[in-house]
T-cell receptor, first 115, second 114 residues
């Protein structure tokens, strides 16, 4: 069975602070995908990134960066110089590869960025 | 990515009634999924809807309560039947294209059952 743990439930920071959202996963699959999604107050789920299990390179996209550590089964997400618009619920998710793969979500982290 | 729309965006319904939610995609996709997100909770997969076949339901979800249609490769509906207040949730559809491993989500339908 697959499992995603987001131990942090709520984080509050002041604008311009850096913040890291933690994600730990469990899977028996040798190949898999990891994802981060953002859910702003409007409710839609916005895709942020997909990482393949065989690619451990860290990725940076503007103020966002992701640290994938296969040895510790973690896929952490850092927002640099946070902004009020970053306030949302962030979900980490895991899926197998293949046509019938399904997403397993963590419980989500509510990030509040105060001006 | 894909452009996904859902109707209605929100609704308030009475106990015992049914609501059908529509999901429309701007291009043909193989896999469509329906999720439920109860207040303050994570997403739970209800079922996978493939065109031309019966939907595949996850444990805890049954066809009588959540009938799904998938008449073509760009459209699906989810009906929430005989609603109770416990059905108050956000219902989201998602799609995955052939050859892609990423699911993209619609804007969701906020359902409140009184």
């Amino acid at each position: 069975a697959q499992k995603v743990t987001q131990a942090q439930t709520e984080i509050s920071v002041v604008e311009k602070e850096d913040v890291t959202l933690d994600c730990v996963y469990e899977t028996r699959d040798t190949t898999y995908y990891l994802f981060w999604y953002k859910q702003p107050p409007s409710g839609e789920l916005v895709f942020l990134i997909r990482r393949n299990s065989f690619d451990e390179q860290n990725e940076i996209s503007g103020r966002y960066s992701w640290n994938f550590q296969k040895s510790t089964s973690s896929f952490n997400f850092t927002i640099t110089a946070s902004q009020v618009v970053d306030s949302a619920v962030y979900f980490c998710a895991l899926s197998s590869t293949g046509a019938n793969s399904k997403l397993t979500f963590g419980k989500g982290i509510t990030l509040s960025v105060r001006p | 990515s894909a452009v996904i729309s859902q109707k209605p965006s929100r609704d308030i319904c009475q106990r015992g009634t049914s609501l059908t939610i529509q999901c429309q995609v701007d291009s043909q996709v193989t896999m469509m999924f329906w999720y439920r997100q109860q207040p303050g909770q994570s997403l739970t997969l209800i079922a996978t809807a493939n065109q031309g076949s019966e939907a595949t339901y996850e444990s805890g979800f049954v066809i009588d309560k959540f009938p799904i249609s998938r008449p073509n490769l760009t459209f699906s509906t989810l009906t929430v039947s005989n609603m109770s207040p416990e059905d108050s949730s956000i219902y989201l559809c998602s799609v995955r294209r052939t050859g892609s491993d990423t699911q993209y989500f619609g804007p969701g339908t906020r359902l409140t059952v009184l």
